[in-house]
T-cell receptor, first 115, second 115 residues
Framework: EADIYQTPRYLVIGTGKKITLECSQTMGHDKMYWYQQDPGMELHLIHYSYGVNSTEKGDLSSESTVSRIRTEHFPLTLESARPSHTSQYLC??????????????FGSGTRLTVV | AQKITQTQPGMFVQEKEAVTLDCTYDTSDPSYGLFWYKQPSSGEMIFLIYQGSYDQQNATEGRYSLNFQKARKSANLVISASQLGDSAMYFCAMREGQGAQKLVFGQGTRLTINP
């Protein structure tokens, strides 16, 4: 039973379209993250948030943007999709005052294909 | 510089055998945590095991154990009595510092269990 939800699971969309990938969690976690992963490759952090109205860029530069208006919701938006954006996008969260051994809880991911 | 290095792109193991997946890391922070995640073909990330830099004993979780060699900066994952369901990508990850919450991932190892 997932506590962090990503929709859609799969998305095929044309070049130039605006898209929003949804991520919601029901655990009350304050920290949320977006990772980008090409097939069979490592995960790269592209955005993170430490709470409402807090957003930061990650280690990998991305043309996407994020917002955090509510604790439970952390959507990712691409204003104009391009084939280079084809990838899997994974959302994750971690709780406040996390114990050191607390890893992230990940969503199931969105596999985006831009044609 | 790569902070997490997994040098085995692919591993093939017979069912019921033990397997060791290698992970080395690089950090100057005395406080850090090391994680292993499993990613099946469906794409979700499953947390397996955690090792803290100050932990005196190697972590164990069921069939998973972590061979932590601090001086060598290695944190190898050992899976005992492998099963067909263990076939997946495995990622080593590190979190530096007590307050920081960002995970940095290695390149991953694709493990295939043969019947």
């Amino acid at each position: 039973e997932a506590d962090i939800y990503q929709t859609p699971r799969y998305l095929v969309i044309g070049t130039g379209k605006k898209i929003t990938l949804e991520c919601s969690q029901t655990m009350g976690h304050d920290k949320m993250y977006w990772y980008q992963q090409d097939p069979g490759m490592e995960l790269h952090l592209i955005h993170y948030s430490y709470g409402v109205n807090s957003t930061e860029k990650g280690d990998l530069s991305s043309e996407s943007t994020v917002s955090r208006i509510r604790t439970e919701h952390f959507p990712l938006t691409l204003e104009s999709a391009r084939p280079s954006h084809t990838s899997q996008y994974l959302c994750a969260s971690s709780p406040p005052g996390a114990k050191p051994n607390y890893g992230y809880t990940f969503g199931s991911g969105t596999r985006l294909t831009v044609v | 510089a790569q902070k997490i290095t997994q040098t085995q792109p692919g591993m093939f193991v017979q069912e019921k055998e033990a397997v060791t997946l290698d992970c080395t890391y690089d950090t100057s922070d005395p406080s850090y945590g090391l994680f292993w995640y499993k990613q099946p073909s469906s794409g979700e990330m499953i947390f397996l095991i955690y090792q803290g830099s100050y932990d005196q004993q190697n972590a164990t979780e069921g069939r998973y154990s972590l061979n932590f060699q601090k001086a060598r900066k290695s944190a190898n994952l050992v899976i005992s009595a492998s099963q067909l369901g263990d076939s997946a990508m495995y990622f080593c990850a590190m979190r530096e510092g007590q307050g920081a919450q960002k995970l940095v991932f290695g390149q991953g190892t694709r493990l295939t269990i043969n019947p």
